[in-house]
């Protein structure tokens, strides 16, 4: 019986990541491909894809590059939409934008003793404009969730990290569990 409950958790620790990222996939094709009305799976994330490389060179062209502009003039004027905008534009930028937030993973000890230490992501090193001096501002992502907590620690409780940020990310995120060859 041990046997039979051994090779049971292990086909599920096969199973379960599996068939969760075909059934997620799986949402998000019928969902977009519903929004669009194409009968083609496949067909609306194409369709998606092609939408935003297309506002992409729009936004990159010098002739169109005043309306993109326009559009992010207004939306940073409107009160509450102005929170959203920035929040999400800001959040974007710091995975796939010119200036990535998320590049400086570091060690942070919370404690003057060094015995209890997170790792996190260091995303301001002058907090001058807020009145902080000497310290800094570290992202820590939360495992297993999409939220993360930003604590600001002296400059010297900081220990840069030298790992690549994406690993760093995988192994915050798995709560430690996944194994990568920089971490």
Not at 25 to 54: A, N, Q
Not at 126 to 149: C, E, H, M, R, T
Request: zero cysteines; proline letters at 4%; aromatic letters at 12%.
């Amino acid at each position: 019986m041990k046997i039979v409950t051994r090779y049971f958790f292990r086909g599920l620790l096969i199973t379960i990541p599996v068939v969760a990222t075909i059934y997620v996939v799986y949402v998000v094709f019928t969902r977009v491909d519903s929004i669009f009305g194409f009968g083609i799976p496949g067909m609306g994330i194409l369709m998606t894809f092609l939408i935003i490389t297309f506002i992409g060179l729009l936004a990159s062209n010098f002739l169109t590059r005043w309306f993109v502009n326009l559009i992010d003039t207004v939306f940073t004027r409107l009160p509450l939409v102005k929170m959203i905008y920035t929040s999400l534009k800001d959040l974007i930028n710091a995975f796939v934008g010119d200036k990535k937030g998320f590049s400086r993973p570091a060690l942070v000890r919370l404690s003057e003793e060094g015995d209890i230490s997170v790792i996190g992501f260091v995303t301001q090193s002058d907090l001058k404009s807020l009145g902080i001096k000497d310290k800094v501002a570290v992202y820590l992502p939360q495992s297993y969730n999409f939220a993360g907590n930003l604590i600001i620690v002296p400059k010297r409780n900081i220990t840069p990290l030298k790992a690549d940020s994406g690993d760093v990310m995988k192994f915050i995120v798995s709560g430690g569990v996944t194994t990568t060859k920089s971490v």
